[in-house]
């Protein structure tokens, strides 16, 4: 379904921008020669498309540079088009002359450099956002106590790349954070992508530790399997792996961390989420002991927030992960708005918050563009008549 809702969308942004260009500068006057320089890649790409949607389990791997190829000439293109149009509306109605061709391959050129960028340094283009939480419930002890959220690490993808997973680490630990949370998808299906990376998150360190929980691809749902046993062995050679790390993993269950006499809870549920994907939260079970505690709960699928969270606790502030923002986002704008209401950043509902990080890595396609990865650290203050909005450093 997601590869079709992909295929649906590169077909309109592959053919649009290829038929405006020939309607408008090579329908009359353009040599076949140009027509076949235009229409060749869209057709080249579209035929690779339905090859891909008929093979995907054999070509899975392959289709993230695919993807990469295609925003390379559908991109560029539909930011001409843009131009195009502005531009020549402006002609008409100043009745200037401007060269709209010309002048609108600049910006499409421009577009091209940033894609290219995404593609080769955007996903290592680690951004720290510090995101302040006001609540009146928070214990005095933990006024200006800070959180270090990371989600969606996916090891895979980094395959060959330890490097890039070290910076961010070492960034990780310059925060010095009171707590680490990882909000899932840690992997992309197998345990053993770790074995490349785990003392670099073994190095990940918070003065009141590292817990974890899990996301949908942590559970391996997305490769053949020679039996259901093999999967979850699989799981649970995860958990064990995260264990060994140093992190420790609520698996719908909680953890109480104490300031003097103060002390909030931080809760951690399997996925939750809408089919396709699994739903294993037992969010119930996970805050039994925490009632009348200001609560931190970590799910890492956002639609968890609306569905349980909201209408069945009191929890006061939610961390999620999963949508990635798509990794692509242009001039704030996601594609992942039409799929999630709540997808990057804080949400509010009264005075109780959700924050959506959009993560640290990368899965399907090897870019971020405009949504760069993210560390994220929320610091918690007392809210009072002074501090009565969510405020964003």
Not at 57 to 81: A, E, M, N, Q
Not at 268 to 274: D, I, K, L, T, Y
Request: hydrophobic letters at 45%; a positive charge.
């Amino acid at each position: 379904m997601i590869l079709l809702r992909v295929a649906i969308f590169f077909l309109l942004m592959l053919l649009l921008p290829d038929w405006y260009i020939h309607h408008i500068y090579l329908k009359n006057r353009g040599s076949k020669i140009y027509k076949r320089i235009l229409w060749g890649p869209t057709v080249g790409l579209l035929v690779l498309l339905a090859v891909f949607i008929a093979m995907h389990d054999s070509l899975h791997d392959y289709f993230g540079i695919y993807l990469i190829v295609t925003l390379c000439f559908c991109i560029p293109k539909l930011t001409f088009v843009i131009f195009s149009i502005l531009l020549r509306g402006l002609n008409r109605i100043t009745g200037l002359n401007i060269p709209h061709a010309a002048v609108s391959a600049l910006p499409a050129l421009a577009m091209l450099g940033y894609i290219l960028f995404g593609a080769i340094k955007g996903k290592e283009n680690f951004k720290v956002r510090e995101v302040t939480f006001y609540s009146p419930n928070l214990p005095e002890k933990f006024d200006g106590y800070r959180i270090l959220q990371l989600s969606d690490i996916h090891s895979g993808s980094w395959k060959g790349n330890p490097e890039a997973l070290q910076k961010a680490i070492d960034l990780c630990n310059r925060q010095n954070a009171d707590i680490a949370l990882f909000t899932g998808d840690l992997v992309n299906s197998r345990a053993d992508e770790l074995t490349e990376f785990s003392d670099i998150f073994s190095g990940l360190k918070a003065k009141d530790g590292v817990y974890s929980v899990l996301g949908n691809h942590d559970y391996g749902n997305y490769v053949k399997w020679d039996s259901e046993a093999d999967r979850i062995a699989n799981v649970d050679s995860l958990i064990a792996r995260e264990n060994r790390m140093g992190w420790t993993m609520l698996n719908n269950s909680h953890t109480i961390i104490k300031r003097g006499n103060d002390s909030i809870a931080v809760i951690g549920v399997e996925n939750s989420g809408r089919p396709p994907f699994p739903d294993y939260a037992r969010l119930k079970d996970a805050s039994t002991g925490t009632e009348g505690m200001f609560q931190v709960l970590m799910s890492h699928d956002p639609t968890h927030w609306r569905r349980e969270v909201l209408p069945k606790t009191d929890i006061e502030l939610t961390l999620s992960g999963h949508t990635h923002d798509m990794q692509i986002s242009f001039f704030g704008f996601s594609v992942s708005s039409f799929i999630y209401p709540e997808h990057n950043g804080m949400y509010m509902d009264g005075d109780r918050g959700l924050y959506v990080n959009i993560g640290l890595g990368h899965v399907l396609f090897p870019m971020r563009l405009g949504a760069w990865s993210e560390i994220t650290v929320i610091k918690l203050k007392v809210k009072n008549r002074r501090s009565a909005k969510l405020i964003k450093n």
